[in-house]
């Protein structure tokens, strides 16, 4: 009989401020917390440490040519990922952000090509999630929010799904209760100045197209 790995994971409750800014120090520090989204539940690290987007991988048994989502609080933090914003994404944001709608930017070039999937574009979202916002604010950083899973699974909804599948991997859960999602996010790309729907999620867009 195959042993389980202990589990040294603390599971916090969304409600408090001090438990964010405990999540927000081992962000900084290169931990891995689970948080809730508008969606499902996600994996936050800091999008800057290698050290921890490659462990991020590595528990979610993710190809290197997957991109990872990205989370900001406001649009002013988007500087330190993009170098473009693509002027017809104005009127979707002012729109549908926060919410659950993810655009592909143009990156800049020195991004970790494990946020990019190797590709010359990152997507990022501002979250409708109170939690997921007080956090990145809270890191003082963009954080990535890719769904708390093993590749190929289901997205976990509750904090006690992600201690099934990854408790034993991750450093800490913070439990915003039942992710109430219909669906993933939508993510739109912008080709030749036209905007395409790479997934179709929650957020229909097609009277902007």
């Known amino acids: 009989m195959k042993r389980q790995k202990k589990s040294n994971c603390r599971i916090l409750s969304s409600t408090s401020s001090d438990n964010l800014l405990q999540a927000a120090t081992v962000i900084r520090a290169g931990g891995i917390v689970s948080i809730p989204t508008e969606t499902y539940y996600g994996l936050a690290v800091n999008p800057f440490n290698e050290e921890a987007l490659k462990r991020l991988f590595k528990i979610k048994q993710r190809s290197s040519k997957k991109p ?50 190797d590709t010359s574009t990152i997507g990022i979202r501002v979250s409708s999630c109170r939690t997921a916002t007080e956090l990145c604010r809270a890191v003082d950083l963009p954080i990535t929010a890719t769904s708390a899973n093993i590749s190929g699974k289901t997205p976990a909804s509750t904090a006690a799904e992600v201690m099934e599948s990854l408790g034993s991997e991750i450093d800490m859960v913070i439990d915003g209760g039942r992710c109430e999602a219909k669906g993933a996010s939508t993510i739109i790309a912008e080709i030749n100045g036209k905007l395409h729907i790479k997934r179709q999620g929650i957020i229909d867009i097609s009277a902007f197209k």
């Open 68 to 117: 990872v989502l990205v989370l900001v609080d406001n649009k002013n933090r988007l500087d330190d990922l993009i170098s473009e914003f693509p002027i017809s994404y104005q009127k979707l944001c002012n729109t549908f952000w926060p919410g659950p709608l993810t655009l592909l930017f143009p990156a800049l070039p020195h991004l970790n090509p494990l946020l990019t999937g």
